[in-house]
Structure formats: structure tokens, C-alpha cells
């Protein structure tokens, strides 16, 4: 759905302040249930779903040979048709994706909160990211409107009021309720989440008329079908989910995992073995994200060599999608923690390049 930064009459600023709040109160009650039958937004989510939201098979498009391996670097897998657009994406808009990591994280919550329960994928977040960087005070010419930049005719489809001081399309719990509802039935029909993007911008007859045209339902095939802001649309979709995922793992991990993996973060912190001078002038900092060694140590003009035998295991573990216990000099973890962003889009932009090895 197409929008450009006209503001409506809501106060934006009100409004994110109250979504702060209430997403960590999203948060506490989310596994209780809501009052079902007296309003159609808040019928029962997910009873019937098919566990969407561990169905990663959907995202094949996004990788080559249409699937993902967790057990190998998230770069390397990348459908080499999307790279040259992520890489340009990376360029011009990293900064403010790695800030909005932070400055956004409540809306997250609430985000994740309720597509799962609606048995979606979390990484379908990223659709409000790409249709209004999170702002619900856009409107587009054709009246999309909120975060999710729903249409009028959508949003009453799932109950929501719209139009004037009471446009519930700008209310970040209730547009994602009703954005869900949409998303899973495309889903439903697609069964492919790019497609899903793809139909949620264009509608849903373009993306039916295009499968027809080609006989084929990957977007790669089908995409000149489509118009070109809807392909655009997907190809930021696609960047987005890399910018964010890539830097952070594939799936949530599970309580198993969990405790796996801070074993082996133990494990990892016990090989290198340090003097007691080491130990009192170095400090470590937990990392995750695509950071590699190389990069890294180049930016904080460091011996590779040092780095390696503090940090062993660094680029693996970190191309596994997990966190690591990184060991700097005192001096120089502060240089990091300053320059950590800038770094981790470096390290991102010289795997995609070839420049550096996953």
C-alpha cells in the first residue's frame, strides 16, 4: 500500500508514548485470552492455525536453491537476484534500520505479541517497517492509512473505525490485529510470504493475474507481472528481513536452545585462555549480528591475530545466528560500544560483496 509522509490530525507523539507503555503491558497479559464475540477484532486469533509461525518454508524465495539452512551463513544463502537491491538498500537506508533496532523495540513487542497469536511469522513485522517506517500518522493519496497503512475498506472488513479524530487504523493495537487477520488470509491463498507482501501492496487480483500469466508462483518468476512499485515493495520487504534478520538469527530460540547455547558461550569463553593481566585490562561485550573478525578488528585497528585468540569461534558462532561473548582491551570495547553500528553495516556490506568470506 503506497503512502507518502502526509500527516493526519492524530498526535503522533501521544501516540507513541502510549504505545510504549502499553506494549510492555502487551507484553505481561499476552498469553491471556480476549473478550471473544462482543467486537469482531477480537474474536479468537489463532485457535485454528496451522502453526504459521514456525513454518519457515514459505520464505524460500528469499534464498537460494528456495531454502534455508540454519547451519550455514545467512549472507551465502541470499537469492542472488536480491542482492544488488540490498545492497544498495543497506547503503541508503542501514543507519536509520539499525537505530530503528532500538528506538522501536516496543512496537516490536506488541508486533510480535500479536502475530503470534495469530500463529504468523514474527519476521512479517518487517511490513510495517517498509510501509511507514513505523509512523502512525501517515496517510497515502489513495487513503491508506496507520503503521500498517491499511485501507479504509480493509480496516472496516476487521472492524476498525476510520475516518476523523477516531481512525483506529492509527492505533497500533488494533490496525495489527486486523493487519494480521489480512496477512493470514493471503496467506491462505499464497502460501507464500513474498507473495503475501506482494498482495498486501498490489492486491491480491494483481498477484492472481500475474500466477496465471506465468504459471509460475515465485516471485522471481512473476515479479515483471506486477507493477513496479509493488516488486520494489517486496525487494524492501526482502532487505528489510536481511537487514534485521541477518543481524540476528533466523527463528527465536526455544528454552532447549537456550540453555545449549549458554553452554557453549561458556564453553567458547574458557578456550582462550588469558593471563591475569589479560583478564584485568579486557572486558567483554555480548555481540550478535553478521559483525566478522576481520572487519572488526580493522575498524578498532587491532592485530587479527590478538583477536582470534581472545574471541575463537567468533565468526562461526556469529554466522549460526547466535550471540557471543566478544573479549576486547578495555580501551577499545568503548570505541565499539560507540561505533558498533557503523561496524556491523561494514561487516554486512563486505560479506555481501565477496569481499570477506561468511
Request: charged share 25%; proline share 3%; no cysteine.
Amino acid at each position: 500500500m503506497r503512502w507518502f509522509g502526509i500527516s493526519i490530525n492524530s498526535s503522533v507523539s501521544v501516540a507513541r508514548v502510549s504505545l510504549v507503555a502499553f506494549a510492555f503491558v502487551a507484553g505481561a497479559v499476552g498469553t491471556m485470552s480476549f473478550r471473544e464475540g462482543a467486537d469482531p477484532l477480537f474474536g479468537q486469533a489463532a485457535k485454528d492455525t496451522t502453526e504459521l509461525s514456525n513454518d519457515k518454508t514459505a520464505f524460500k524465495s528469499l534464498f537460494t536453491n528456495n531454502r534455508f539452512d540454519p547451519s550455514s551463513p545467512y549472507s551465502a544463502q541470499l537469492n542472488p537476484r536480491a542482492i544488488g537491491f540490498v545492497q544498495e538498500y543497506i547503503r541508503k537506508q542501514g543507519k536509520e534500520m539499525e537505530r530503528m533496532k532500538t528506538w522501536g523495540k516496543p512496537y516490536f513487542d506488541l508486533y510480535d505479541n500479536i502475530l503470534t497469536q495469530y500463529g504468523l511469522p514474527k519476521e512479517m513485522k518487517y511490513l510495517s517497517v517498509i510501509e511507514s517506517h513505523l509512523k502512525p500518522g501517515l496517510v497515502s493519496w489513495a487513503g491508506a492509512a496507520g503503521p500498517w497503512q491499511l485501507m479504509p475498506y480493509e480496516a472496516r472488513r476487521f472492524g476498525l473505525r476510520t475516518g476523523g479524530m477516531l481512525d483506529e487504523r492509527t492505533d497500533y493495537y488494533k490496525s495489527t490485529h486486523a493487519a494480521a487477520r489480512l496477512i493470514k488470509e493471503l496467506y491462505a491463498e499464497f502460501g507464500d510470504w513474498l507473495l503475501v507482501v506482494a498482495a498486501y501492496n498490489g492486491g491480491a487480483g494483481r498477484v492472481k493475474n500475474a500466477i496465471k500469466k506465468t504459471g509460475s508462483r515465485d516471485f522471481w518468476d512473476l515479479q515483471y507481472y506486477l507493477p513496479e512499485e509493488t516488486r520494489t515493495h517486496v525487494k524492501k520487504f526482502i532487505a528489510t528481513h536481511f537487514i534485521f534478520e541477518g543481524s540476528g538469527g533466523w527463528t527465536t530460540m526455544t528454552a532447549e536452545e537456550t540453555e545449549i547455547h549458554k553452554a557453549s558461550l561458556a564453553k567458547l569463553d574458557a578456550t582462550a585462555q588469558l593471563t591475569a593481566e589479560e583478564l584485568s585490562n579486557t572486558a567483554v561485550v555480548e555481540v550478535s549480528g553478521r559483525y566478522h573478525s576481520i572487519v572488526v578488528s580493522n575498524q578498532l585497528l587491532m592485530d587479527i591475530q590478538q583477536f582470534n585468540k581472545w574471541n575463537p569461534g567468533f565468526d562461526k558462532t556469529l554466522a549460526e545466528g547466535k550471540k557471543y561473548p566478544m573479549r576486547l582491551s578495555k580501551e577499545r570495547a568503548v570505541v565499539f560500544e560507540a561505533r558498533k553500528g557503523q561496524i556491523l553495516i561494514e561487516s554486512v556490506r563486505a560479506l555481501l560483496e565477496g569481499r570477506i568470506n561468511g
